[in-house]
């Protein structure tokens, strides 16, 4: 992350909290919240109000016990925080593994000012039933608030011990937390984290549908160098084809696929202009500093409209990337340029 400008912020309670970090692995790479020399707290925002997932992965980095953490209603007024130079950086969801991408995310670094991922974090998610101090029973509980890729999540549990509630649509499981805090909802799906945040009482924790559901957060920042690599990155862009026409998609892959590198999520987005135009968000393992990938990024920016660059940064997750081809190397494809510098300048192979 680029030197943190000074701030003046010093607001009080910001310091890590217990029991909001999910241990070793979460968060990789380099430090992103300061920089050096600056002597000041970097300004962190995040997807809020305070108690959501979204701050639970932000204080999993080592950089949040001394940084200011400012949570923002949305994820477009978060990375807008970023934009304006109000924060450093922001955290907010990409995706989940069972609701998928959010699309907000990806519309946001796609279609606005330009924006890059540093790192990005894997939080596993599982919710808690909150409800005010003195609600004993799921009989009390007439009306439920949570966000929908929670409600999602949890949907087969809220029919089979609350199916005479009804179940409401909230910004944010923390915005949930508050409405009942307020006394406008009886319970909310949130993040156990926000229990302490509105003091709240959880009668069931533990809730998903499906056990071992991860959320993965990325770390955005304005556009700067990437992080060194690794030896274990990712690298994110979203593709802009130039017009609808047959093999638009297959243009795409085969850039990837002759160079040997395994794209770990495509998906398409509309591009707003007119119906059935669409781009293509993807990530790939490697580093816009491997050969293989500066490659297969020049060659798609040939072939497409436009290329927007999101970032190479380490690979969170755990898991092992796929073994690189022998001819995907960088020294195969050194070998291959200075095989044909040879030919260009003698005539001779």
Same mark, same amino acid.
């Given at each position: 992350? $680029?030197?943190?400008?000074?701030?003046?912020?010093?607001?009080?309670?910001?310091?890590?909290?217990?029991?909001?970090?999910?241990?070793?692995?979460?968060?990789?790479?380099?430090?992103?919240?300061?920089?050096?020399?600056?002597?000041?707290?970097?300004?962190?925002?995040?997807?809020?109000?305070?108690?959501?997932?979204?701050?639970?992965?932000?204080?999993?980095?080592?950089?949040?016990?001394?940084?200011?953490?400012?949570?923002? $209603?949305?994820?477009?007024?978060?990375?807008?925080?970023?934009?304006?130079?109000?924060?450093?950086?922001?955290?907010?969801?990409?995706?989940?593994?069972?609701?998928? =991408?959010?699309?907000?995310?990806?519309?946001?670094?796609? @279609?606005?000012?330009?924006?890059?991922?540093?790192?990005?974090?894997?939080?596993?998610?599982?919710?808690?039933?909150?409800?005010?101090?003195?609600?004993?029973?799921?009989?009390?509980?007439?009306?439920?608030?949570?966000?929908?890729?929670?409600?999602?999540?949890?949907?087969?549990?809220?029919?089979?011990?609350?199916?005479? /509630?009804?179940?409401?649509?909230? @910004? =944010?499981?923390?915005?949930?937390?508050?409405?009942?805090?307020?006394?406008?909802?009886?319970?909310?799906?949130?993040?156990?984290?926000?229990?302490?945040?509105? @003091?709240?009482?959880?009668?069931?924790?533990?809730?998903?549908?499906?056990?071992?559901?991860?959320?993965?957060?990325?770390?955005?920042?304005?556009?700067?160098?990437? $992080?060194?690599?690794?030896?274990?990155?990712?690298?994110?862009?979203?593709?802009?084809?130039?017009?609808?026409?047959?093999?638009?998609?297959?243009?795409?892959?085969?850039?990837?696929?002759?160079?040997?590198?395994?794209?770990?999520?495509?998906?398409?987005?509309?591009?707003?202009?007119?119906?059935?135009?669409?781009?293509?968000?993807?990530?790939?393992?490697?580093?816009?500093?491997?050969?293989?990938?500066?490659?297969?990024?020049?060659?798609?920016?040939?072939?497409?409209?436009?290329?927007?660059?999101? @970032?190479?940064?380490?690979?969170?997750?755990?898991?092992?990337?796929?073994?690189?081809?022998?001819?995907?190397?960088?020294?195969?494809? /050194?070998?291959?340029?200075?095989?044909?510098?040879?030919?260009?300048?003698?005539?001779? =192979?």
């Amino acid at each position: 992350m $680029p030197p943190v400008e000074p701030s003046t912020a010093t607001e009080p309670g910001t310091a890590t909290e217990p029991g909001t970090a999910t241990g070793p692995g979460t968060a990789t790479g380099p430090g992103t919240a300061t920089g050096p020399g600056t002597g000041s707290a970097a300004r962190l925002a995040f997807l809020g109000p305070e108690g959501t997932f979204a701050e639970a992965a932000l204080r999993t980095l080592p950089e949040s016990a001394g940084a200011v953490l400012l949570p923002q $209603p949305t994820v477009s007024v978060a990375l807008d925080a970023v934009r304006s130079g109000d924060a450093d950086a922001a955290v907010v969801p990409l995706e989940n593994s069972v609701e998928g =991408s959010v699309a907000a995310t990806l519309d946001e670094l796609a @279609g606005n000012g330009p924006l890059v991922i540093r790192r990005e974090v894997y939080l596993p998610v599982s919710f808690a039933l909150l409800a005010r101090p003195g609600t004993t029973s799921y009989a009390e509980i007439r009306t439920v608030a949570t966000h929908p890729h929670a409600e999602a999540q949890c949907r087969r549990w809220l029919r089979a011990k609350l199916p005479h /509630a009804q179940v409401t649509a909230s @910004g =944010s499981t923390a915005a949930a937390a508050a409405a009942v805090a307020a006394g406008e909802i009886d319970a909310a799906v949130s993040a156990p984290i926000a229990a302490a945040r509105y @003091g709240l009482c959880a009668l069931a924790t533990d809730l998903a549908d499906n056990p071992g559901a991860v959320t993965r957060f990325v770390v955005v920042t304005r556009p700067g160098p990437p $992080p060194p690599p690794t030896g274990d990155d990712r690298t994110s862009v979203v593709a802009y084809i130039r017009a609808n026409h047959t093999g638009a998609l297959l243009e795409v892959l085969t850039e990837f696929a002759v160079r040997g590198i395994n794209l770990t999520r495509i998906e398409s987005r509309p591009t707003r202009e007119r119906i059935g135009q669409y781009s293509f968000s993807l990530d790939c393992e490697g580093h816009v500093t491997d050969a293989r990938v500066g490659d297969a990024l020049a060659a798609l920016h040939r072939v497409c409209a436009d290329v927007r660059y999101l @970032g190479s940064y380490p690979r969170a997750g755990g898991g092992q990337p796929e073994p690189l081809r022998p001819d995907a190397s960088d020294a195969a494809f /050194a070998g291959a340029a200075g095989w044909l510098a040879t030919v260009r300048d003698s005539g001779r =192979s």
